[in-house]
């Protein structure tokens, strides 16, 4: 009867555990403006999109004041440094008249992205995992893309793939560790690393290996 009851009780705490965590955010670049939307359709609320520099910096209004959301809620960043990170916040007030804030979430805004692809990986030199940033601009409603991202050593040979997959218009992460296709960690060295869309578009960047 105990462990009915505990399974129960850790049942509903993660449920409520998964019910409240935030939302994720996407960014794209229609005519090379950044646009910040909050994953998830929350038609009937009311919203306001604000940024800083900092997650403890200042927060400054990008939308005029409480915003209808008719499913997308969303704000056009216009003052934007391109290639710098922002942290952005969102304020929703639901029918109900509750509020609920999400964020701030810090974005590092391409300007590569602009011109239709990106790639950048960190840390460089690496001594661990790799995290990738691909990212694809366009609308919110542009179908995701067959994309790959493959790894040549310093003589142009393909050794690893880091990503195949598919990707929407945005950002988006990807973790991987530093091994051959093979399974063998991959020696000390510059590597380069391309990232193919489906459609054409490619993106170049270098990745120091370190040991």
Excluded at 188 to 207: E, M
Aim: positive net charge; proline residues 5%; glycine residues 12%.
């Amino acid at each position: 009867m105990n462990r009915i009851v505990t399974l129960v009780i850790s049942t509903l705490v993660l449920a409520t555990s998964l019910a409240a965590a935030d939302p994720g955010v996407r960014v794209d670049y229609p005519g090379g403006t950044p646009r910040i939307r909050l994953e998830g359709d929350w038609s009937g609320s009311h919203y306001a999109v604000s940024r800083a520099a900092g997650a403890d910096g200042v927060f400054v209004p990008l939308t005029g004041g409480d915003v209808l959301c008719t499913g997308d809620c969303y704000a056009l960043d216009r003052g934007a440094a391109l290639g710098s990170t922002v942290w952005y916040r969102f304020d929703l007030t639901f029918a109900d008249g509750g509020t609920r804030r999400y964020g701030p979430f810090a974005i590092t805004l391409a300007p590569e992205l602009s011109r239709g692809i990106r790639l950048a990986a960190s840390p460089s030199p690496a001594r661990g995992p790799v995290t990738f940033e691909l990212g694809l601009a366009g609308t919110r409603d542009a179908a995701p893309l067959a994309a790959e991202a493959s790894v040549f050593d310093a003589g142009g040979r393909r050794v690893a793939e880091a990503f195949r997959g598919t990707l929407a218009a945005g950002t988006t992460r990807v973790n991987w560790t530093p091994r051959d296709a093979g399974g063998r960690a991959l020696a000390a060295g510059v590597y380069l690393v391309r990232l193919t869309a489906a459609d054409g578009r490619r993106a170049v960047t270098r990745l120091v290996i370190a040991r």
